[in-house]
């Protein structure tokens, strides 16, 4: 029988703790994440346990009366996403029970360390008008802002009167499209936004929207567009396309195209007319005038250096920020550099993806929450502490090295990890759904040799991710590694280990596929592991010389073998081939040597083969259609890439492998919802600097 007495600051039940004061629930001891909004809602039912919380209840306790809300998506999804935290169900529910059309009621039994109320465990709304005064800042009046096509499902989100004023929007893609992840940019002073969209046919293309306006606009030559930053006018736009970094001018449509980039990673704009980009996944920074001209180095690496990327100006013009992976793989540093120097100063360490510079403050994301640090140019030096802007909503995505969110004036737009969801989900040759495996946010699928067992990275409510073996027959899953950021398993040749990627810092683990024992590190081993080969070779890829290269390790000598450049690699059923991304596309070569046969053009990704050998599969990363490649081992010969069907792939390129095949010819997809998911706005979020 619940206890019917008021919680105090701490409220326990089960294995969960919840700490009101500090807004934190807590497992065993462990902190799971969980936002505002979820938060708030548990706080309301664990203030009257057994009893029923309307609908009603959490609208006006939640909501300001006079600000447009879509409710009932907004509470839907904080009920979701607590009930994901805690592990309970809508049909079979052990702590919130779901009365239709009514409300919700806790129903676990709890018990109470203090006898102390809190009443702050759902914030004081009295001050929510002020949040109209911010949608006004942005040209979007709150009795038209449905029309504009952003949904504004949460307002006056934190949990004191001081960040009333907060406001939060979803801002939809344009109809029959998609939001390219990661690609977006607000203007620097925050007024339209910049972003990547597919249409259904897959092909992408750059946008601009006023944030207030109804109508995005598409620009003509952008079609691939990637990684979209601003000039400090707001007049033009750098992105990434076809490995060129190019310009386009909003006013005349005028696109320039200035510098290869094969696989780019950033690019700023200073106010001298100076673009700083980073080429590669590997290797140096580089400048070029905005006007055109011949690229140089900037801050100069060493080969097999960390590469540099992200680059951002600073106000000056001059100098500017950037990241470089740490040497143990936890996350990056953060480093200042001027134009025309060699002088280097760190900045911060443990940031993940980039960091940008506005409102005289670093942005940037740690342990999943975007951060914001006051930072004097003057000094090159952060001050202070840093202050949380959107908590637990910026997690490590399928593709690595991003962070999705972007800062203007006054304005943030992220995508929140609430609403990218993900689910393997089988797949018939013809395109067609046949049901989903696991949980939202599991990934990296890897079916066992004999196709009884599925291992994957499956996702953790507290930020991190175990390896998991899920048995297909009996629906039991059992983790085999626990509590890191484990990620990308490759089965061994029988069936019985399972190779890993433990970490950021890219270590390489071991375990057995049935956890009979505990995890061990492989040597000194650092990359991705793909494959092993029948006579107990380890296939991985990593860094290798300012390039990524292939490798493999054999257990009974301990030797490294270097491979050459190329990533994803797979050998043949029969062991006589590797299949392999190269830097030009997908290729086969005989192994240990042999004829080679070029499979796709640049673009292709994630090579699989087929279990009996005879046709190759992979990703067409610009429109996510899966390709099929009839291979004839005895001609040496393939056929020409068809189309099976087209994917929503949670990521394509340098993601590790996101499908599988199983033996009767079935897709094993992490694939996104089919609804597209929204980007965020932000608006008021100043007021959480003081």
């Not at 304005?411 to 495996?437: K, N, Y």
Request: hydrophobic share 40%.
């Amino acid at each position: 029988m619940p206890v019917n007495e008021p919680p105090g600051s701490d409220v326990r039940f089960g294995a969960f703790e919840v700490d009101l004061r500090a807004g934190e629930l807590r497992r065993h001891g462990r902190r799971i994440k969980l936002p505002d909004q979820p938060f708030q809602v548990l706080a309301m039912l664990l203030e009257r346990p057994g009893q029923v919380v309307t609908r009603d209840e959490l609208q006006k306790r939640l909501w300001s009366a006079d600000t447009f809300v879509d409710f009932d998506r907004g509470l839907n999804k904080a009920i979701n996403r607590l009930r994901e935290a805690l592990g309970d169900a809508a049909d079979d529910p052990r702590h919130i029970e779901t009365l239709p059309k009514r409300g919700y009621r806790f129903i676990a039994s709890i018990e109470s360390s203090s006898a102390e109320a809190l009443a702050v465990a759902v914030p004081d709304r009295h001050e929510a008008p002020r949040a109209t005064r911010w949608l006004k800042r942005f040209g979007l009046p709150v009795a038209t802002v449905a029309g504009l096509g952003l949904a504004v499902w949460l307002t006056s989100v934190g949990r004191s009167a001081k960040q009333a004023n907060v406001v939060r929007a979803s801002i939809l893609p344009p109809r029959a499209t998609s939001f390219v992840p990661h690609q977006f940019a607000l203007s620097p002073d925050g007024t339209q936004l910049a972003f990547s969209a597919a249409d259904v046919g897959g092909t992408r293309a750059l946008w601009v929207r006023p944030l207030s306006s109804a109508v995005a606009r598409r620009l003509d030559g952008t079609a691939g567009a990637a990684y979209p930053f601003w000039s400090p006018d707001n007049r033009r736009i750098g992105f990434f396309a076809d490995r060129k970094l190019e310009t386009i001018d909003l006013v005349d449509g005028t696109v320039r195209t200035l510098s290869d980039a094969r696989r780019p990673r950033g690019g700023s704009w200073s106010t001298s007319g100076v673009i700083l980009f980073a080429p590669d996944v590997e290797g140096a920074l580089f400048q070029v005038p905005a006007s055109g001209g011949t690229p140089e180095p900037v801050v100069q690496t060493p080969p097999g250096a960390a590469p540099h990327s992200w680059p951002a100006f600073l106000p000056d013009g001059r100098h500017f920020l950037y990241v470089v992976p740490d040497a143990d793989g936890a996350g990056s540093r953060l480093y200042a550099a001027a134009l025309n120097s060699s002088s280097l100063t760190p900045i911060l360490d443990r940031v993940f993806g980039m960091v940008v510079y506005s409102a005289n403050h670093l942005f940037f994301v740690r342990g999943g929450t975007l951060m914001a640090q006051s930072f004097s140019v003057e000094q090159l030096r952060a001050t202070g502490s840093a202050v949380p802007i959107v908590e637990h909503e910026l997690i490590e995505g399928v593709e690595p090295s991003t962070s999705d969110f972007s800062v203007g004036d006054g304005a943030v737009v992220f995508q929140s990890s609430l609403d990218v969801t993900s689910r393997l989900t089988w797949i018939d040759p013809d395109g067609r759904e046949l049901g989903v495996v696991g949980k939202a946010g599991d990934r990296d699928p890897a079916l066992s040799p004999d196709g009884r067992l599925l291992a994957m990275s499956c996702a953790d409510v507290s930020e991190q991710s175990d390896i998991c073996v899920y048995d297909l027959e009996r629906g039991v899953t059992t983790h085999v590694t626990h509590g890191g950021m484990d990620r990308f398993p490759a089965w061994s040749r029988d069936g019985r280990t399972l190779a890993y990627r433990a970490g950021d810092a890219a270590h390489v683990f071991e375990v057995p596929g049935d956890a009979s024992a505990p995890p061990h590190r492989i040597a000194d081993l650092t990359g991705v592991p793909t494959d092993w080969s029948q006579d107990g070779r380890l296939l991985f890829f990593r860094p290798e010389h300012g390039t990524v290269a292939l490798a493999t390790y054999l257990a009974t000598t301990g030797g490294i073998s270097s491979v050459g450049p190329g990533s994803e690699a797979q050998f043949s059923p029969d062991g006589r081939w590797l299949l392999y991304g190269g830097q030009q596309g997908i290729e086969v070569r005989g192994w240990p040597q042999g004829q080679h046969i070029q499979i796709s053009a640049y673009g292709g990704a994630q090579p699989r083969w087929s279990r009996d050998g005879r046709q190759i599969f992979y990703i067409d990363a610009r429109t996510k259609n899966l390709m099929a490649v009839g291979f004839d081992a005895a001609s040496v010969r393939a056929t020409p890439a068809r189309i099976l069907f087209q994917t929503r792939i949670a990521a394509a390129a340098l993601a590790g492998f996101q499908y599988d095949v199983a033996h009767d010819g079935r897709f094993l997809i992490n694939s996104l919802l089919a609804d597209s998911p929204p980007l965020t706005l932000l608006i008021g979020w100043t007021s959480r600097l003081n």
